[in-house]
């Protein structure tokens, strides 16, 4: 069936290059799901964290206001994060292989700027988790100032750099009150993803080979429907 579902889901066999949105709480396992669907299926990964963190490695102006920002424990404004992404999903790579997006859109305000860029995806996968693994991630979460790069406590390779695990800061959005907003924030801008999204796909976090192959083959169903 994985194999089946691969080949049918290469862009190479499909009319249009597919663009899946995944979205889901604070601390869903987004980046990780993200990662293994671009993968198995050849998608352009679009990390809207990832391009945080390639705007302050390359010093530009958005990077250094993004930087003033997390120093400040704020998070960084809509308008820089949805420029970033409008710029990358524009290159070449995601026009021709087709895009997986995470980390963007966060609220309703990013989603409309999504739209505005004209940048519909085929697909939306919706990541659930219980609050409390919210919590429980969000209180193991820092970041790297210096790179924007995010850790959690938990990872080993921090272990073998001391120097990093030394700067890593608990972003005030992190905190226990803040993410208590943030989760409203998601829970609010859920009862929107329907009537912003129409197709969209539930799925249970534990089992991901499995949740994503299913993914995929929703997907599948769907579009044949249509």
């Known amino acids: 069936m994985a194999k089946i579902l691969k080949i049918a889901f290469m862009p190479k066999y499909s009319r249009r290059p597919p663009r899946i949105l995944l979205l889901g709480p604070p601390s869903a ?3 990780t799901v993200a990662e293994l669907l671009a993968k198995r299926y050849r998608l352009t990964l679009v990390s809207a964290e990832s391009l945080l963190e390639d705007e302050i490695r390359a010093k530009t102006a958005r990077g250094q206001i993004a ?5 400040k424990g704020e998070e960084v404004s809509d308008k ?4 970033m992404v409008e710029e990358r999903l524009g290159q070449t790579d995601c026009k021709v292989s087709g895009w997986i997006l995470e980390g963007f859109p966060l609220n309703e305000a990013q989603a409309r700027i999504l739209k505005q860029q004209k940048h519909t995806p085929t697909t939306v996968i919706e990541l659930r988790i219980s609050d409390d693994a919210v919590f429980e991630r969000s209180e ?3 970041v790297d100032p210096s790179t924007g790069k995010v850790y959690s406590l938990h990872e080993e390779q921090l272990k073998a750099a001391p120097e990093v695990a030394a700067r890593l800061v ?3 959005c992190d905190a226990h009150d803040a993410v208590e907003e943030r989760l409203k924030t998601w829970k609010d801008f859920r009862v929107k993803v329907g009537e912003l999204y129409l197709s969209l796909i539930h799925i249970s976090e534990p089992t991901r080979p499995l949740y994503i192959s299913y993914a995929v083959f929703c997907l599948k169903k769907k579009k044949k429907k249509k």
């Open 29 to 31: 396992g987004k980046t």
């Open 67 to 71: 930087i003033e920002m997390m120093e």
């Open 80 to 83: 820089v994060m949805g420029k």
């Open 140 to 142: 193991h979460k820092r």
């Open 170 to 172: 608990t972003k005030e």
